[in-house]
């Protein structure tokens, strides 16, 4: 079996490995932007090129493949998938249409209100900046800006975290409309995040175990929001913060939106479904949602992932998902980032950094925005490797993780705060008293 991957992250490296892992003979091609030397090790074919659906399109057929897996949300915002199938060529991944669950921020609120799924919190859409102020006034200056398309995690601006006042807050709005752009105000809303990510193959849907990302740069949860720095899950596949109830609502939900996707398009979506959940005094809400692997979440709950993923691609494929054998080991896992140092404002490019110091009994190691060349392993700007660890005691991986992450050398820097004892603590803390 001909498997095409597309894309050359950290996700991608263990997307390939684990399609790798498979007691299925196949044989695995990569589409990239850069070489990224763990995937390079797995793939019988590599091409670095321009990421435009010709090319893609050109290079599966080149090597007749059988399916695509489409890693990242920028070909899927393109209709890669559409593209290939008319070519009759399936891919693990939604359609374009689909796919707007992500791409346009605006397009998901609307579903939910539209299929009555109770997770919006409060919200307006905005093309100019009429009616602006007297919103910002209702919602008490506590109020959070999002602009509609894809940011790359980066976008999102917080009142009280990334400005300070009403009129701060109104200036990013002004410029972002002034470029021309579609701006979501809403409601900031109090709770702890968690991803909830399933496999879907348009009728049923198989989910993973819960995972928490760590946006902000620095520990303490402060500095600029980031693609994320890092993340967790435990080995009981949920969160300690969030209650079996918000854990079953979760999946309750991304069923829902599965449903309403289905109804509103007339199309199956097939590919990942991954809701960005906050449970919050008011009930479980939703930040967004995204039509792929989380990154770093992927590293998580593929980590543990026990069984078939070839097996598991051909039933989102196929329809047949819910024939398919899908189990995770109850282990936790911790996933930290080595970024470049001044990331994700300033970030350090074409240094080289060496990580054969780091224990692969230990730990594994999986790539992201790096260049391998003749010379080295050189930082193109942005999350450059991921170190993930996995136990069944959460802090022990932790432990792990980061000795291993200090053995990289070069200009990195990563969250040290990650999966620790204190944060955790201070998070079941927060929700303990939100609750009360």
């Given at each position: 079996m001909k498997i095409l991957l597309v894309g050359n992250g950290a996700r991608e490296h263990i997307i390939a490995q684990k399609l790798k892992d498979s007691p299925q003979s196949i044989e695995l091609f990569c589409f990239a932007s850069s070489n990224n030397p763990g995937i390079i090790n797995l793939a019988q074919g590599y091409k670095v090129g321009d990421?435009?659906?010709?090319?893609?399109?050109?290079?599966?057929?080149?090597?007749?493949?059988?399916?695509?897996?489409v890693g990242p949300e920028s070909p899927l915002e393109k209709g890669l998938v559409d593209d290939l199938e008319k070519v009759n060529i399936k891919s693990?991944?939604?359609?374009?249409?689909?796919?707007?669950?992500?791409?346009?921020?605006?397009?998901?609120?609307?579903?939910?209100?539209?299929y009555n799924i109770p997770v919006n919190p409060e919200f307006k859409i905005f093309e100019s900046m009429d009616g602006v102020e007297e919103w910002l006034l209702y919602l008490e200056e506590n109020f959070v800006i999002k602009p509609d398309g894809l940011t790359g995690g980066k976008g999102v601006q917080v009142s009280g975290d990334h400005f300070q006042t009403m009129n701060e807050g109104m200036a990013l709005i002004s410029k972002l409309i002034e470029n021309?752009?579609?701006?979501?105000?809403?409601?900031?809303?109090?709770?702890?995040?968690?991803?909830?990510?399933?496999?879907?193959?348009?009728?049923?849907?198989?989910?993973?175990?819960?995972?928490?990302?760590?946006?902000?740069?620095?520990?303490?949860?402060?500095?600029?929001?980031?693609?994320?720095?890092g993340s967790y899950s435990f080995s009981d596949g949920s969160m300690p913060f969030i209650s079996d109830k918000e854990l079953k609502d979760g999946q309750e939900i991304n069923l829902?939106?599965?449903?309403?996707?289905?109804?509103?398009?007339?199309?199956?979506?097939?590919?990942?479904?991954?809701?960005?959940?906050?449970?919050?005094?008011?009930?479980?809400?939703?930040?967004?949602?995204?039509?792929?692997?989380?990154?770093?979440?992927a590293m998580n709950v593929l980590s543990v992932f026990k069984s078939d993923f070839v097996e598991v691609c051909l039933g989102i494929i196929e329809g047949n998902l819910n024939e398919k054998k899908v189990e995770f080991e109850n282990k936790a896992t911790v996933c930290k980032y080595a970024v470049p140092q001044g990331y994700p404002e300033d970030p350090i490019k074409d240094e080289t950094i060496n990580v054969d110091s780091i224990d692969t009994s230990k730990v594994d190691i999986y790539y992201a925005a790096v260049d391998k060349r003749e010379d080295g392993i050189y930082l193109t700007g942005s999350r450059a490797v991921a170190i993930v660890a996995k136990h069944e005691d959460i802090y022990e991986a932790e432990r792990l993780a980061e000795e291993e992450i200090n053995n990289i050398i070069g200009p990195v820097i990563h969250r040290e705060d990650i999966g620790k004892k204190k944060l955790i603590e201070k998070r079941i803390e927060m929700m303990n008293k939100l609750k009360e």
């Amino acid at each position: 079996m001909k498997i095409l991957l597309v894309g050359n992250g950290a996700r991608e490296h263990i997307i390939a490995q684990k399609l790798k892992d498979s007691p299925q003979s196949i044989e695995l091609f990569c589409f990239a932007s850069s070489n990224n030397p763990g995937i390079i090790n797995l793939a019988q074919g590599y091409k670095v090129g321009d990421f435009s659906n010709e090319n893609i399109i050109s290079y599966a057929k080149e090597n007749n493949v059988d399916f695509v897996f489409v890693g990242p949300e920028s070909p899927l915002e393109k209709g890669l998938v559409d593209d290939l199938e008319k070519v009759n060529i399936k891919s693990v991944g939604p359609y374009m249409e689909l796919a707007q669950l992500e791409t346009s921020k605006s397009f998901a609120r609307q579903l939910f209100k539209e299929y009555n799924i109770p997770v919006n919190p409060e919200f307006k859409i905005f093309e100019s900046m009429d009616g602006v102020e007297e919103w910002l006034l209702y919602l008490e200056e506590n109020f959070v800006i999002k602009p509609d398309g894809l940011t790359g995690g980066k976008g999102v601006q917080v009142s009280g975290d990334h400005f300070q006042t009403m009129n701060e807050g109104m200036a990013l709005i002004s410029k972002l409309i002034e470029n021309g752009t579609r701006v979501i105000i809403e409601e900031k809303l109090i709770g702890q995040e968690f991803s909830l990510m399933s496999f879907s193959d348009g009728e049923h849907l198989v989910h993973m175990p819960c995972a928490q990302d760590n946006k902000r740069a620095l520990a303490g949860d402060t500095g600029p929001n980031t693609g994320g720095m890092g993340s967790y899950s435990f080995s009981d596949g949920s969160m300690p913060f969030i209650s079996d109830k918000e854990l079953k609502d979760g999946q309750e939900i991304n069923l829902k939106v599965m449903k309403a996707l289905k109804e509103k398009t007339g199309k199956p979506y097939r590919g990942i479904l991954y809701g960005n959940f906050i449970a919050t005094k008011k009930g479980l809400k939703i930040i967004e949602y995204n039509a792929r692997l989380g990154d770093p979440e992927a590293m998580n709950v593929l980590s543990v992932f026990k069984s078939d993923f070839v097996e598991v691609c051909l039933g989102i494929i196929e329809g047949n998902l819910n024939e398919k054998k899908v189990e995770f080991e109850n282990k936790a896992t911790v996933c930290k980032y080595a970024v470049p140092q001044g990331y994700p404002e300033d970030p350090i490019k074409d240094e080289t950094i060496n990580v054969d110091s780091i224990d692969t009994s230990k730990v594994d190691i999986y790539y992201a925005a790096v260049d391998k060349r003749e010379d080295g392993i050189y930082l193109t700007g942005s999350r450059a490797v991921a170190i993930v660890a996995k136990h069944e005691d959460i802090y022990e991986a932790e432990r792990l993780a980061e000795e291993e992450i200090n053995n990289i050398i070069g200009p990195v820097i990563h969250r040290e705060d990650i999966g620790k004892k204190k944060l955790i603590e201070k998070r079941i803390e927060m929700m303990n008293k939100l609750k009360e």
